[in-house]
């Protein structure tokens, strides 16, 4: 299993970026996916996920109503479309994978498979 993320950039606060990840080497409808956030200083935390049909979702309470994540099985991709963007969100972003689903979703520690991290600046 591969995931590649990307999207990630400098944006001032209040602007949005979406991020994306690819995967390879697995079937993809079969993995429940996730986001975390790293920030600079700090342990990876739980951001939002979804199941694999992209029925249901899941987000921190901090990221809800501003952050939206979705899936397309068809293209192996998961986005994270991150709106009113704070410079609290500054940080890496990591996709993770997990076969089937994950019950503890927001535990990072439960997901086998992660990308590289795309990097998110956001200036006050």
């Known amino acids: 299993v591969q995931l590649q993320a990307s999207g990630g950039g400098l944006v001032q606060a209040g602007g949005s970026l979406r991020l994306s990840c690819a995967s390879s080497g697995h079937t993809f409808s079969s993995y429940f996916m996730a986001w975390f956030h790293q920030a600079p200083g700090k342990g990876r935390e739980f951001v939002a996920a979804i199941s694999r049909r992209g029925d249901r979702t899941h987000y921190a309470d901090s990221k809800e109503g501003r952050f939206t994540i979705s899936r397309n099985n068809a293209e192996n991709r998961v986005f994270l479309q991150m709106n009113s963007l704070k410079p609290e969100d500054t940080g890496v972003y990591y996709c993770?994978?997990?076969?089937?689903?994950?019950?503890?979703?927001?535990?990072?520690?439960?997901?086998?498979?992660w990308g590289q991290g795309t990097q998110v600046t956001v200036s006050s």
């Open positions: 993770a994978a997990e076969h089937i689903v994950v019950r503890d979703y927001s535990n990072y520690a439960k997901y086998s498979y």
